[in-house]
């Protein structure tokens, strides 16, 4: 019989280090809960993007067309001419290492491949092999590698990893903006057909009805006329919004979650009551019924086709200018690319509020404003009665979406906002917030069910800065302006914070906005009993 | 004269919580290493924190919450914290690029790093005591069982949560669904 080792000497003999080899060699795995399910072709086909087909991350064969690394090849050699930024990019980085500890998915996974920096040589390798003498003549020893199918897999594994939120960029010392390395990857994946499924299907349903989940105009209207009804029970008020009604002053657009998905359905109604209360002469649109845009995931083609409904239906109505609802992605949109995509729109006016006379000079060039501009304009005037105690069971943080902050540099008017509608109002800790904020770890179309757990990796250093909050001042409740904040947080909060409720800001706004004529509430907007009001029934009023 | 096991690991917590602390890093890849141990500020370096809160935590757990949770008659289920403290590890290595069994190898670290220090000392334990805190061992190695089955069960039941959230609203305003208010319930039930 052999002889058995002592269990100590097992126990000495046990390596924790995982082997070590280069970043080149290590080759992707394909986890359920770690890749998006890839694009249904008939999305593809409806929007005209090439290599429609069946396929599945975990196929060995991807069906790629037989030509493929010279399409993407010579997509990437369009692009480095098109795009100065890009070629940028791909040359100065010194590998520095100031942005590979800011990656949300970097702090909460652990994968190296997930350093910004790493992320972004996964295409430079490729840049180098194929577009300089050094890759050229050195290959791996100059950090450059073939591009093969393995290569290709790991591209979309992690360019799927990053939320392009930016972070990293503000660390940068040359100004590299990550985001735009990920928005070029993901344009040359989709030219091989390869996008996923939670993006393309918006894109597809955004450009054939309006909005993401493909909502036809008549339940977009039915939709809204059930919050009327909502708000009616709660308020006895009963706010009359119109569509598509030509001549209004204002369009109002909003993501389309905050009228499908609690808890952005609460947010919805915050912005119909306080339309009413100020008698605004607005309108909705049943076409342009979206804020959002993930075209922005998919190119900048697509970006640009599905950008213009708002502005076309502006037109179409002839209104004034434009309101924007609580959404992210879509200011980013707004104040960065519009101009570039379609040239400043001559046919609306700068806003100005019919209420404070305020001209948003800022917007002289967009014409759209953001509802937490319009509404902190209206409270620094004293427009609005608020009753700021009505939100006293809720202690209330900020979470600063990534685009608004970062792309806008909006970080006054929600706090400003905030701390009118509520009494409990507590910051997380200043390396998490402003532009320093972290991802919810499911922006830029990533945030699909089957993603679970790798949005929970990326939701770790936002949820723990939130659970820091959470234990040393009680706070129950994370206020966000975004569509897709609101429908992320919520399960983000259930893993790591459990306790904590997630609200738009208007949301905040709707309960503390005291309208004329309404009638004694007793509960918020979700129907749960004010504070003070927890033993009152209905009856007894 | 030997010692209890909780004595010497009392008397050793300081290194015993360093070199756990080393093994359960070193499960990562190692430029990840670098940053876990470097970076001090818990809200740039969440897994570190968790990791180190966690483990001084259990290592407490050992020295004075497993000899108050014998006396204690079913004490056992409050575990003086236990749970707490494997759940600040054990939460975050189960949403990471672990398999179950590499996310869970750190509390057999428990054993070797025991032996370790044991090895590295003139002390002594009394004969006996290295198989009672290995039995100790295979018994938080269990209750961490539970834990990580329960994180996992979480996240496919927030999965399944949101794919009802996300179309609830539709089916309800589409009449597709038809909910039984309480009040409606109340009513059939005294008929």
């Given at each position: 019989m052999a002889k058995l080792p002592k269990s100590d000497e097992l126990f000495q003999s046990i390596d924790h280090t995982p082997p070590e080899k280069w970043w080149m060699d290590v080759p992707v795995e394909f986890r359920p809960g770690t890749y998006c399910y890839a694009a249904k072709p008939q999305y593809l086909e409806t929007v005209d993007m090439p290599f429609p087909r069946e396929w599945r991350?975990?196929?060995?064969?991807?069906?790629?067309?037989?030509n493929w690394r010279e399409i993407f090849l010579e997509g990437m050699r369009e692009r480095l001419e098109r795009f100065r930024t890009f070629r940028v990019f791909m040359d100065i980085c010194?590998?520095?290492?100031?942005?590979?500890?800011?990656?949300h998915f970097f702090i909460g996974s652990?994968?190296?491949?997930?350093m910004p920096v790493l992320r972004a040589e996964l295409l430079r390798s490729i840049y180098r092999r194929y577009f300089t003498k050094s890759g050229k003549l050195f290959g791996r020893t100059g950090g450059a590698r073939d591009l093969d199918e393995e290569t290709f897999k790991e591209l979309w594994y992690y360019f799927f990893q990053c939320t392009e939120c930016r972070r990293c960029s503000v660390f940068c010392p040359y100004g590299i903006d990550t985001a735009e390395i990920t928005i070029i990857a993901r344009e040359l994946i989709n030219l091989l057909g390869c996008n996923i499924d939670w993006i393309m299907g918006p894109v597809a349903n955004c450009y054939r009805t309006g909005n993401h989940l493909g909502i036809q105009p008549h339940a977009f209207r039915d939709m809204i006329e059930f919050f009327c009804d909502e708000i009616e029970e709660v308020t006895g008020i009963r706010p009359e919004p119109t569509f598509n009604r030509k001549g209004a002053e204002i369009l109002f657009v909003t993501p389309s979650g905050d009228v499908f998905a609690d808890p952005g359905t609460y947010t919805c109604m915050g912005y119909l009551m306080l339309f009413h209360e100020l008698g605004l002469d607005y309108t909705w649109s049943t076409y342009a019924s979206e804020g959002g845009n993930f075209g922005f995931f998919t190119s900048h083609d697509m970006a640009k086709r599905l950008h213009y409904k708002i502005y076309a239906e502006a037109k179409r109505l002839g209104v004034k200018y434009i309101i924007g609802g609580e959404c992210g992605h879509m200011w980013r949109l707004i104040h960065q690319y519009l101009n570039t995509f379609w040239g400043p729109p001559d046919f609306l006016e700068v806003p100005v509020s019919p209420i404070t006379g305020t001209k948003f000079e800022h917007a002289k060039s967009t014409k759209m404003i953001h509802v937490v501009e319009f509404t902190a304009d209206l409270i620094k005037h004293g427009k609005l009665k608020l009753?700021?105690?009505?939100?006293?069971?809720r202690i209330v943080t900020f979470h600063d979406s990534c685009n608004p902050a970062r792309a806008m540099g909006f970080f006054e008017e929600p706090r400003y906002v905030l701390k009118h509608v509520c009494n409990n109002f507590v910051e997380m800790p200043p390396e998490t917030t402003r532009e320093q904020t972290f991802c919810c770890g499911a922006g830029s179309g990533l945030n699909t069910d089957e993603y679970m757990e790798m949005r929970m990796r990326g939701g770790l250093p936002r949820a723990n800065a939130v659970k820091y909050v959470h234990e040393?001042?009680?706070?129950n409740t994370l206020a966000c302006i975004c569509a897709i904040d609101r429908a992320v947080f919520p399960p983000l909060m259930d893993y790591w914070v459990p306790g904590v409720d997630v609200a738009g800001l208007h949301e905040l706004v709707g309960n503390a906005l005291v309208m004329k004529g309404e009638k004694k509430r007793t509960t918020d907007l979700r129907g749960e009993p004010l504070p003070g009001m927890e033993d009152v029934e209905d009856e007894d009023l | 004269m030997g010692m209890k096991w909780e004595d010497f690991v009392a008397k050793h917590k300081k290194a015993f919580v360093e070199h756990w602390f080393e093994d359960v890093v070193l499960t990562y890849p190692e430029e990840t290493v670098r940053f876990i141990k470097s970076e001090k500020n818990p809200f740039l370096n969440p897994v570190g924190a968790a990791i180190k809160e966690g483990i001084e935590g259990v290592v407490d757990w050992l020295v004075v919450g497993y000899g108050e949770s014998k006396e204690e008659e079913g004490a056992e289920e409050e575990d003086s914290g236990l749970v707490t403290f494997l759940d600040r590890i054990i939460r975050v290595r189960a949403v990471q690029e672990f398999k179950p069994s590499e996310a869970l190898r750190f509390i057999q670290s428990l054993k070797r790093v025991f032996r370790k220090l044991l090895a590295s000392s003139d002390d002594e334990i009394e004969g006996g005591e290295l198989e009672e805190f290995d039995s100790v061992v295979d018994e938080v190695m269990l209750k961490a069982l539970d834990i990580y089955s329960a994180c996992r069960e979480q996240l496919y039941e927030l999965r399944v949560q949101e794919v009802k959230n996300r179309t609830f609203r539709l089916l309800q305003r589409a009449g597709l669904v038809y909910e039984i208010s309480g009040e409606e319930a109340g009513q059939e039930g005294r008929e």
């Open positions: 991350p975990t196929d060995e064969d991807w069906k790629l067309p037989p010194v590998r520095c290492g100031a942005c590979a500890d800011k990656c652990g994968d190296p491949k997930n009753d700021p105690s009505r939100n006293d069971n040393k001042f009680g706070v | -």
